[in-house]
């Protein structure tokens, strides 16, 4: 096993642990693509979203699964865009199978257990890939933190995010 | 279905389909990405991810299959089945199929040795030394809002006489946000005061179009378009003293950057005989008139011998009230004989459906553009892969739709409301810009192509010699269509699916040119 997988290892076994005994917290995660325009454009919401609600038991994660990320294509991407959260990469698809994300940008917000109550798109800004909405109409991933810091956690819910597919490459025959 | 059955149908399946064994990246694939994608996708183009190996494309191979298969990408809009224009950016059936294929059978790389060369980008002018450059006057950095920007930049020619112009060719400065450009040329002086009552930032905003009269319109520019040549003794003027004007679209980004865009321009080697000029559609009240006399007069129409439309008529006032799903039928009446260069529909974001085609007095229908699902964002003036031909007493029909409830995502006003004609976002448009000339006997027959010198190649077997062996190859594989599995894209000249009489005519005459 290489050095890479070992620090996925330990990064994994930390997020694991860190959030026990908090029973209130919750992780939002958000699974993006360096190279997914789409991921790229809610870099300006996902900042001001963080700004807003971020705190010791909201905690935003970036997760990237793409396959080619490595930790300096991450830490590229957090420095350009200025993302203020912690960001990992998972291109073993750890965190994409157990939080069942298809999709860049998506968001799944889990609690410590890693229990889903929302999975899917950060608001309806797009409609479809190109359709960009010009006036945004459903927050829905504001509306999920704004339960949330009302300490009202609501009943699981999914949307369709859009966006870039994540590759599925288990079965790969390179 | 019976078990047999389905076994026979998978027998035929397996005998019909084109890769029995499942596809491989190095065979297969690779030549579709290398040839139809990579020219955008890679480092610094406006393609977001590279697709430039097969580490790549193999990373994002479940989303190329889902946007080849739903014709997302590669970005082309008018139906092609419809009307054909040069530089169509569309796979085949079987491209598409391949692709998929090989994303199904968990996207194999194959047998290295077997993947298909990479095409050479050019990194300068792919037309050859410009005669004239004229370049942003300092970069212009977007405000990184995620917000589209729409800027016009006034360049000053200082041409001293008139020059007549064979191409244009735009050079995105920045290619990661200059979505597309339109470019015109003002005589007036008004863009040039337009810019200088904005002196916090270079250039002027402006959504719709230049904000100011053009005499000349020039091709534009989209990412991935090669520009067009005019053809022998045709081509526009370019004005003394006038103001080269640029309007660019940067995409929405969520960081500031910045731009610094230029334009060759290549003149005419020998004088033109048939100065381009332009048909405009706009029409704003019930017969057309009003509006479109303007607009031919600021698109500097007035020449040989004044417009070649007779009248325009439309079946309504142009408003769209809120709530409501349109349709408006637009009529140009044609006086005299002419050949169509291209066609540049353009409206805005309430915009859904365009359909533009001729008939002549006998009854006769030329289809010249459709398109099923407008996207403004991915607007552009098409030229026709040969002239159009349009008699005396035809007449052009334009179908246009508009939708202005809330199942429109683009929609700029929620809840909707009522919209009428205007330069802004929340305006609309119903604007219809042809190129032609005069007609002449067997302008039917002239292929109008991209490019010049290594565009086009007919040593379609790499002996590095145009020779009969050639010629053999071209014919056979005269007559195949686009959707033939063995129809191969570099036997069709002219790009427009079909390898036929016109790409006859450009094997002869690259052939003779040695």
């Known amino acids: 096993m290489n050095w890479r997988y070992n620090i996925t290892a330990i990064t994994i076994a930390f997020f694991l642990f860190s959030g026990s005994g908090l029973c209130a917290s919750y992780k939002i995660y958000i699974f993006m693509g360096e190279t997914c325009p789409v991921s790229r454009h809610y870099t300006l919401t996902l900042k001001e979203l963080h700004a807003q609600y971020a705190s010791e038991k909201l905690e935003f994660i970036g997760v990237f699964p793409n396959r080619l990320s490595t930790p300096a294509t991450i830490a590229a991407f957090k420095e350009k865009y200025a993302l203020p959260f912690t960001c990992i990469g998972d291109s073993t698809h750890t965190w994409v199978n157990r939080l069942g994300a298809t999709i860049t940008p998506e968001v799944v917000v889990a609690d410590t257990s890693h229990t889903a109550i929302y999975r899917g798109r950060i608001d309806n800004t797009f409609a479809d890939l190109g359709k960009r909405r010009r006036v945004i109409t459903e927050n829905d991933l504001a509306d999920v933190l704004n339960a949330l810091k009302d300490e009202k956690p609501p009943a699981f819910r999914q949307t369709r995010a859009i966006g870039c597919i994540i590759t599925s490459w288990q079965n790969t025959k390179d | ?514």
């Open chain 2, 1 to 514: 279905m019976r078990p047999l059955t389905l076994s026979i149908l998978a027998l035929l399946l397996a005998v019909a389909s084109p890769h029995a064994k499942s596809p491989t990246f190095s065979e297969h694939v690779s030549s579709i990405i290398y040839n139809n994608c990579t020219s955008c996708h890679r480092d610094g183009e406006i393609g977001p991810m590279p697709l430039t190996n097969y580490s790549e494309i193999a990373a994002y191979a479940d989303m190329i299959k889902h946007v080849t298969e739903t014709q997302y990408m590669p970005p082309w809009k008018p139906d092609y089945n419809y009307s054909q224009h040069i530089g169509a950016r569309t796979l085949t059936k079987t491209e598409i199929n391949t692709i998929s294929n090989w994303v199904n059978a968990g996207f194999p790389q194959g047998d290295i040795a077997l993947e298909a060369p990479m095409p050479k980008f050019p990194t300068g002018s792919v037309l050859g030394t410009p005669d004239l450059v004229l370049t942003m006057a300092e970069p212009f950095t977007i405000r990184g809002n995620n917000e589209d920007q729409y800027q016009v930049f006034v360049i000053p020619t200082h041409l001293t006489e008139d020059r007549e112009i064979e191409a244009v060719e735009f050079r995105p400065g920045n290619r990661r946000i200059v979505h597309h450009a339109l470019i015109g040329a003002d005589i007036t002086g008004t863009a040039r005061q337009k810019d200088l009552e904005t002196p916090e930032e270079y250039g002027y905003e402006s959504f719709g179009a230049f904000g100011a009269p053009t005499t000349v319109v020039l091709p534009g520019y989209t990412p991935g378009a090669k520009p067009s040549i005019y053809p022998k003794g045709v081509g526009h003027i370019l004005p003394k003293n006038s103001d080269l004007l640029i309007q660019v679209h940067y995409a929405p980004w969520p960081i500031a950057e910045s731009d610094q865009s230029s334009i060759n321009i290549f003149f005419k080697k020998e004088p033109i005989e048939r100065e381009v000029g332009f048909i405009s559609m706009a029409p704003l009240t019930t017969d057309g008139e009003t509006l479109s006399r303007l607009l031919r007069v600021l698109l500097g129409e007035e020449r040989h011998g004044g417009t070649p439309v007779e009248k325009i008529k439309i079946n309504d006032i142009f408003i769209i009230p809120k709530d409501w799903v349109k349709t408006f039928h637009t009529t140009l009446f044609i006086d005299r004989d002419i050949s169509l260069l291209s066609i540049y529909p353009h409206m805005h974001l309430l915009g859904k459906y365009w359909e533009v085609y001729a008939t002549d007095p006998q009854g006769n229908r030329t289809n010249l553009i459709r398109i099923e699902d407008w996207d403004f964002n991915w607007q552009g003036n098409y030229t026709f892969t040969k002239y159009q031909k349009i008699t005396a007493g035809s007449q052009i029909h334009a179908i246009t739709t508009y939708d202005n409830t809330t199942n429109n995502p683009l929609n700029p006003n929620y809840p909707p409301r009522q919209l009428t004609w205007g330069e802004k976002t929340t305006d609309e448009m119903l604007l219809l810009v042809m190129e032609y000339i005069p007609y002449r006997p067997g302008d039917e027959n002239i292929a109008l192509t991209v490019g010049r010198g290594g565009e086009i190649s007919i040593d379609f077997n790499g002996n590095g010699q145009k020779d009969f062996a050639d010629f053999l190859l071209f014919v056979q594989n005269f007559g195949l269509n686009r959707d033939d599995a063995s129809y191969q894209r570099h036997f069709d000249l002219n790009g427009d699916g079909h390898i036929n009489f016109t790409d006859f005519i450009i094997f002869a005459n690259q052939f003779s040119a040695g």
